[in-house]
């Protein structure tokens, strides 16, 4: 029925574009319980509208969502509509405790936002515990009604949603690992549009996509999964890549897509080989010796007129540990940069923060070993508050939050250095405060503590430019003079390298509260996380907006 309506109103989008430009777009997502079955084995699941990915929200550039969310099941939910910026809509992001109570079973809220200057592939999910191994979807943004892509038309869209499946509940995996201190079991598979493709002792479904020989498609691809970043290629094409979590980028050609949990990538494909069957793989990127589902998943690709029995062309997947391909992927990302597409760079700085984030670990008198893994940024591992904290800004409630999060670590060190001492990390509920319209630089400093590996970071609320990017320790005397302030990428999450450093930049121009996290489950959970404080503005539409009556409470 949701697909119905969705086709429904696109048609009229069409057909009648006085009526439609600015539209009001309504859905109802109902979060249910759904049996699935995937490696030969059912299990119950909390899905939205009982389908695993869950449904596709479809709109145009300044188009209004309003999104009711029922909650059917016996967790609490929210949901998080990732990479929408939600200006002076906060109330509409739905990270749990941040800027909401979660929706508690029985009860439902209403979402709300504008779709204000975006354009391109997004993806929802939910934003509490680790429901977004099976809650998630995606969000196609299409271009205000006469205005044209900055690339040639594809005959076809097609929603690519990579994740990751689970034969035990995602649930109990986190309470297990979080109660006995030990880190949390790897998932059994990964998925391509919910379905992980063959597998050892058992005859998996696999995902076909279909095509036709000279025709081009679109693919919006999305990484939905826990806590894998992930190569995607199908045998035998090339894509184009033209744009990344909802901006245009400067086309350019490969035949290996990495992804991070979080990020999408729309790229061109274009059916120029011969008529058969071709493989479509996924499979993760680790380059140190942290665990992962080392599953590759597959799916295919079929040309209109292939005989029922063909061969599959193949085709060979990175090694898991292929930093070079991950480093040239992201290196060839650049902001469109057009007339149209200005890549709106802050080229000074009013807060120049440092953000040391890895794993450590903490004494746990009721853990298996005495202590617990955790994470942290600046040696604060953030604790959840019980009070939403936007809600606690807004109403200037006293005691949930302090303002004096570090914008640079309390002792610095050698980051990427062989540290063997100062594992244990301080538990508080912090916010960094910026004034409005006050420009910010984050260079996210991954740490050799325990476990060094690559966090794909998160920022809600906002899209930021990748200014620059290094191995080691960030020097800021000499990287500067490196940084990228003409045509750098601009996304809403990237991958800091294993063992190096990452430069952000953005204005914050969004009044709120805004969360910025590891878009690892696992490091999320265990507390690689923190929010910015946006204070008003003096204008009036520079002030967040009133809460909705239906906001739930805690």
């Known amino acids: 029925m949701a697909y119905r309506v969705v086709a429904a109103v696109l048609v009229a989008a069409w057909l009648f574009p006085a009526l439609a430009e600015g539209a009001v777009r309504h859905y109802k997502f109902s979060v249910v319980m759904k049996n699935m079955t995937r490696l030969c084995a059912t299990k119950p699941i909390v899905t939205v509208n009982g389908t695993f990915p869950g449904p596709p929200l479809y709109a145009r550039e300044d188009d209004t969502v309003i999104l009711r969310v029922v909650n059917h099941v016996q967790y609490n939910v929210t949901i998080h509509w990732h990479g929408v910026k939600q200006l002076r809509t906060g109330w509409s992001d739905g990270p749990a405790y941040v800027t909401q109570c979660p929706i508690q079973p029985g009860q439902s809220f209403i979402y709300n936002f504008t779709l204000t200057g975006q354009r391109g592939t997004l993806l929802w999910h939910a934003h509490i515990s680790w429901l977004r191994a099976t809650v998630h979807g995606a969000i196609v943004i299409l271009p205000k009604l006469g205005v044209p892509y900055p690339f040639p038309k594809p005959h076809k869209d097609v929603i690519i949603v990579l994740g990751e499946w689970w034969k035990s509940d995602t649930e109990v995996v986190i309470n297990q690992a979080m109660q006995s201190g030990l880190a949390p079991n790897v998932s059994d598979s990964h998925t391509i549009n919910g379905y992980p493709g063959p597998f050892p002792n058992c005859t998996s479904q696999g995902y076909t996509l279909h095509v036709e020989a000279g025709k081009t498609y679109k693919l919006?691809?999305?990484?939905?999964?826990?806590?894998?970043?992930?190569?995607?290629?199908?045998?035998?094409?090339?894509?184009?890549?033209?744009?990344?979590?909802?901006?245009?980028?400067?086309?350019?050609?490969?035949?290996?897509?990495?992804?991070?949990?979080?990020?999408?990538?729309?790229?061109?494909?274009?059916a120029d080989q011969p008529v058969g069957k071709y493989l479509i793989a996924i499979s993760p990127f680790m380059d140190t010796v942290v665990a992962v589902d080392n599953f590759t998943a597959s799916g295919f690709l079929r040309y209109k007129g292939t005989h029922a029995f063909s061969a599959t062309a193949l085709t060979a997947m990175p090694p898991q540990n292929a930093t070079p391909v991950t480093n040239t992927f992201t290196e060839s990302l650049r902001s469109l940069n057009s007339k149209q597409y200005p890549a709106a760079v802050p080229l000074t700085v009013d807060h120049s923060l440092l953000f040391a984030i890895g794993v450590g670990i903490n004494p746990c008198a009721t853990c298996v070993n005495g202590s617990r893994a955790v994470a942290d940024i600046n040696n604060v591992s953030f604790v959840l508050p019980t009070t939403a904290l936007l809600q606690a800004h807004y109403y200037?409630?006293?005691?949930?939050?302090?303002?004096?999060?570090?914008?640079?670590?309390?002792?610095?060190?050698?980051?990427?250095?062989?540290?063997?001492?100062?594992?244990?990390?301080?538990?508080?509920?912090?916010?960094?405060?910026?004034?409005?319209?006050?420009t910010v630089?984050?260079?996210?400093?991954?740490?050799?503590?325990?476990?060094?590996?690559?966090?794909?970071?998160?920022?809600?609320?906002?899209?930021?430019?990748?200014?620059?990017?290094?191995?080691?320790?960030?020097?800021?005397?000499?990287?500067?003079?490196?940084?990228?302030?003409?045509?750098?990428?601009?996304?809403?999450?990237?991958?800091v390298p294993t063992g190096g450093w990452t430069a952000i930049r953005f204005r914050a121009d969004n009044p709120g509260v805004w969360f910025l996290h590891c878009h690892l489950e696992v490091h999320t959970t265990w507390g690689l996380k923190m929010a910015f404080l946006v204070d008003n503005g003096k204008e009036p539409n520079q002030s967040i907006l009133p809460p909705p009556s239906d906001l739930p409470q805690c």
């Open 220 to 270: 919006r691809i999305i990484n939905a999964a826990v806590n894998d970043e992930l190569f995607f290629k199908i045998a035998g094409h090339n894509l184009t890549v033209v744009e990344v979590d909802a901006s245009y980028t400067k086309p350019f050609t490969t035949d290996t897509i990495f992804i991070g949990p979080g990020q999408t990538t729309t790229a061109i494909l274009t």
């Open 396 to 438: 200037n409630i006293s005691g949930i939050f302090t303002d004096d999060f570090p914008g640079n670590p309390p002792i610095p060190y050698n980051y990427t250095g062989n540290t063997t001492t100062n594992f244990q990390t301080t538990n508080g509920t912090k916010v960094y405060r910026l004034a409005f319209n006050s």
């Open 441 to 495: 630089q984050v260079v996210l400093q991954g740490t050799a503590l325990l476990a060094p590996e690559s966090h794909p970071v998160h920022l809600h609320g906002y899209n930021f430019f990748v200014v620059g990017r290094g191995v080691g320790n960030y020097d800021p005397l000499k990287d500067p003079k490196k940084f990228n302030l003409v045509d750098p990428s601009e996304r809403n999450t990237v991958s």
